[in-house]
Structures are given as structure tokens and as C-alpha cells.
């Protein structure tokens, strides 16, 4: 690190001296600091000096008290985080899949409604993605042709098995209407 050259007044002059001449300076002098907080110095030491280690000493003080402060309201947060666990279960009651999930998880999608723990809720623009792969897709969209019938297949399958849930007006099955009101009763294939 880098500190800038400063210049020592007490000298009567700009004189410029850095931190590591003042280290070694500082470090052939004995300070004693008592148990009462007096201070034993060199003899001939100046009065600013002393007033100046002085101040250094109560600023150290201070920071060692602020320390211990942190670190007591540390412990006291980490011991209310260990003996009041919660525990979060997220049990969502809606479920919107989209396109994808019909073609590739129609079977679990079933067992999901049947199941009666959920509501699965179908937007209307999914309905019409499903329609419109049934009727058949183009062919550059996927790599191979099988692929493409296999997204035909499932999609057809996905519409025939919407349409016979929603006859059977099942509760667990609900379309949405691109104005956010889901009503059977709104879905027309």
C-alpha cells in the first residue's frame, strides 16, 4: 500500500518523512502503559508527543471496546438463529404448466389432477399451441421427421385429454382466458 509523504512541522521546516521512518523512530522509545492507564515515557519527550500517545492509546482502547461489542452482539445473533429454526414448506396449490409439459409430461399431468391435491390451471394460449400441433408441424422446426410426429402424437393426445376433462367439468382442471378469468365455461375448442 502506498501512503503519501508527510511533512513534519514539529521540525521547522517541509521536511518530508514517511510512516516507516516514524515506525522506527517509534520503536526505540519504551512506552509502559499501568493498570491505571498512566503512561510511563522517556524522559525529554516533548508535549505534543506524549498528548499524541496518549491519544492513540484511548483510540485503541475504544476500538478493542467496539470490537468486543461486535462480537458479543455477533453471538448473541448467531445463538437466536440456532435456537429458533424455521422451516418453510412451500405446498403450492396452482400449477401452470405449459406447451411443453403436455407433450413431454402428459402422464404426470394426469396423475396430478387426478390426484385432486392441485389445481392445474391451462391457459388459453397453450390450448392453441396444442391445437395448432396437432394439426401438424413443419418439419424445420425439428431434427427429425420422427420427432415431429412424436410432437403431433402427444400434442393431439394432450387436446383430447383437456377437452374430456373439461366436459366432465372436473375442478381440479381450469382454463384461463388471456383477460386472467379461469371458467370452464369460457374455453371453446
Known amino acids: 500500500m502506498a501512503v503519501a509523504p508527510e511533512t513534519d512541522s514539529s521540525l521547522g521546516g517541509d521536511t518530508e518523512h514517511t510512516p ?8 526505540d522509545d519504551v ?12 524522559h525529554g519527550e ?14 485503541e482502547r475504544h476500538l478493542a471496546a467496539q470490537t468486543r461489542q ?36 402428459l402422464v404426470g399431468i394426469r396423475r396430478l389432477v387426478d390426484s385432486a391435491r392441485y389445481t392445474v390451471v391451462v391457459p388459453l394460449v397453450v390450448i392453441n399451441e ?19 410426429q412424436m410432437v403431433q ?16 367439468r372436473n375442478c381440479h382442471l381450469r382454463a384461463l382466458t388471456s383477460k386472467g378469468t379461469g371458467n370452464n365455461d369460457d374455453l371453446i375448442l
Request: hydrophobic share 30%.
Open 31 to 42: 512506552i509502559v502503559v499501568t493498570s491505571d492507564g498512566d503512561v510511563d515515557e522517556p
Open 46 to 59: 516533548e508535549p505534543n508527543i506524549r498528548s499524541l500517545r496518549l491519544r492513540k492509546i484511548e483510540l
Open 20 to 27: 516507516e521512518l516514524d515506525r522506527s523512530k517509534d520503536e
Open 70 to 105: 461486535r462480537e458479543s452482539i455477533r453471538a448473541v445473533l448467531e445463538g437466536d438463529q440456532t435456537s429458533c429454526t424455521i422451516e418453510l414448506v412451500i405446498r403450492p396449490r396452482v400449477l401452470v404448466p405449459d406447451t411443453n409439459c403436455f407433450i413431454d409430461h
Open 153 to 168: 402424437t402427444e400434442a393431439s393426445d394432450a387436446v383430447t385429454y383437456l377437452e374430456d376433462q373439461f366436459e366432465k
Open 130 to 148: 396444442l391445437d395448432g400441433l396437432k394439426r401438424g408441424c413443419r418439419l424445420d422446426r425439428y431434427a427429425t421427421a420422427e420427432h415431429a
